[in-house]
């Protein structure tokens, strides 16, 4: 079943929202795992996420009693989502005459810091796993879930329940962590855009961070910075399918002796451009924006800063936030703007949005040896008539944004430039 | 708020799942607390069922993955409601600028046995609900649900939350139990069927007890047996209206010096009977049938035996059950005809049954010293003529078994003759 790794290793699976997203398909899972459980393998363990749709309908529950609710409350709240799924799945799972243990966050001993909606784990016990263990049972844990030492709930945010199920893959020294989801892996662009994307068998988890970073959807960049800290092989795989050898690893040494120039092409279209103007000398300092930008908990991605050499003439300065925090990051502008001009010490500082952008980049860490890759990038777009508003390098990965409307465009003419050329 | 009760006494509410049953109303509950907490109720605790429609949601859930999931998996899956709902609460008291305190039942330490699906509460902690009040917080409990031992999640089984509530002021030496729901309070009989029905402003134990066994559907026995034994008064009140008048009280002593001769009549329609022939003599016994069917986990409800004075006449013996419960009743009793066939020693056992009943009650504590309440019964009946199949009565209750049809035409004559024409 996963090659050359013998059953009696420890294996964590992990199965997302839309793996048990009705309880039809959570018979499905509970299939796979006894048909695992029948060939031998019986040091599993079971990460469920909740049903989709029952997160967004919990959050929207709460915000509907109270906008301003707790994250304390909040957290209670939205953890039942989970509960269920892990409560169903054992059920189903006793219906396949494989005998499970459900186990919530709390009763696990998943520990995690104070902070409610986005608790970091630092312990998860692994006492009760070698119980249900050593009794044949298959233990069922709840994901995005966790406990403070207080006995209070918390929740791990975006990207929690993969996170979960890489953290128990590190607590129990698994073999791998599987991630069960609705795709069959890491592709080199989105296949919804590019059809001839190519399935990427295998991946460093650098390459798997950027594009997670980046815009791709499938793993969250939080687990797969967890997974490259301890070692532990990720594998995303599609749940709805039972061919083994569709399947993305991500790992610290991939078989290939020489690494492809790039591994994929990623689109992100959650990006809104902010452009400062009248910054510097006396006025608001680009340090002073970016820290209070940051107190706001607002992401800054791409920065351009482009600096006439007049001294007269006041700096200007362009950079990306999230759509959802444009509002935030303008206010926090105007707020530094009215102080600075209430001190009457420069130029009034002045912010100008734009949205309707997207962020398309070229990913891989072959890049490091291979030259040319921003050349061709650049020109391929350019090419296809597509015009770059800002560019960002760094190693392994070259990002420039454009109009969202180019988006998809850009995507096929990079896919052809380093795939299909070949 | 409650009369002379000074507000330094301690006060249990609950509130049920129709209180709780939309963001709005959940709102209502909360400013409805809120209000009582700036009137200077610092010491109240506050129990939770599910979101009304919750609770069958899930148990539909856990039926569809696997009709025999064990009750430990069903317990998990259906605690979940509760949860969700203590969150909200909590989340709407924030908004109404009261802090308060969730807790699920393992947070509190309610415990119980290990009976999933219907355990029994062993014991409450009372600390971290003081450790609240020290706090200025109100705490925010999860009805229904417990925990034992193992730190397993149980569920307490139907009437749950009242349960938990009850249990929980006695618990904390509450002044009493206020279990808020969708009417007033008990009436001399379901207003629905008897528009000119009374609200009874208190109750004994003793009677209330009664009507809750006898179809009354506001007050569960088991929430009314936990009461009498610890004599926790149980105030009953509508969430939906203010008036602190309107309510019905449950109490060891009632201020009237003369109990009324009939509190209330009840009509309960989960009536079948089952006639079992060719019992006894070398066949199978009376004790053996209703032991085997008590092993079943049924309730048998009113027994009517009709044995003739010839040795040579096999008995025969009629009695009730839930609906629910007369497939599982007839299966049992034909296992047993069988049995007795096979060892060949007597007549055959035969059942026959019969649906399409009801079940109409005339309770009250006078009963015992005023005489004549039976008469008047039957004579209501038969003048409105109804028939009726079999007659049950206990010292402060009569039940008189009649088809399902005369229902409602029953309670409004018997209304009548012990309410209306005094």
Redesign the interface.
Known sequence: MYGDIPNTSVVVQKYGGTSVGS?ER??NVAARVARQYRAGWRRMAVVVSAMSGETNR?VA??R???P???A??????V???E??A???L???L??EGVAAE?F?A??LGIVTDEAHARARIRSIRRDKVEAAWAQGRIPIVAGFQGMTED???TTLGRGGSDTSAVALGVALDAAFCEINTDVDGVYTCDPRIVPAARLLEEMDYEVALEMASLGSKVLHPRCVELGAKYKLPIVVRNTFTTDDHQRTRVMTQTTEIESLAVSGVTLDKDVARVTVSGLGSGSVGISELFSVIAQRGINVDIIVHDKPGMKSEPGRLGFTVAKGDLSATVETIGQLAKKSAGSGTGASVRADTESGLAKVSVVGVGMRSYAGVAGKTFAALSDAGIQIHMISTSEIKISCVIAETDGAKACQVLHKAFFENQ
Chains 1, 2 share one sequence.
């Open positions: 309880p959570i018979r919990l529950l709460v509907d009693v109270n301003q609710a707790s304390k409350n909040y957290d209670m709240a953890a039942a989502g509960q269920v892990v409560a169903l054992a059920a189903a006793e219906g459900p919530l709390w009763q006995m209070e709930i």
